[in-house]
């Protein structure tokens, strides 16, 4: 596979073989997915306290929702319903930004 490089004084076609291309977009997709971490932890971490709690546990821990609502003193069923309004309120936050 070529590729065309410009620079000010010259163009010269590169070859680049398929392990290198590949090697890009892995780079690629891992820089984007990063930066999607990240985004995500630092809304995070602007929720209520109860909201952060429960998705900090529900994230980095992969506790089920028995154990977080004992840990929280909350009923399942309120672990559950914190955990969804929440990703409707990130997914909101995503859209609103322009990612989505």
């Known amino acids: 596979m070529s590729f065309i490089i410009c620079t000010k004084s010259k163009k010269r076609i590169s070859s680049l073989n398929e392990e290198q291309v590949e090697s890009s977009t892995n780079l690629i997709s891992e820089f984007f997915q990063q930066?999607?971490?990240?985004?995500?932890?630092?809304?995070?971490?602007?929720?209520?306290d109860k909201e952060k709690q429960?998705?900090?546990?529900s994230l980095e821990t992969s506790l089920n929702d028995a154990f977080i609502s004992e840990m929280l003193g909350l009923s399942v069923e309120n672990i559950r319903v914190i955990r969804h309004r929440v990703k409707k309120k990130l997914i909101?936050?995503?859209?609103?930004?322009g990612y989505l």
């Open 54 to 57: 429960v998705m900090l546990l």
């Open 35 to 48: 930066e999607q971490k990240r985004w995500l932890y630092e809304h995070i971490y602007q929720l209520p």
């Open 92 to 97: 909101k936050q995503y859209q609103k930004e």
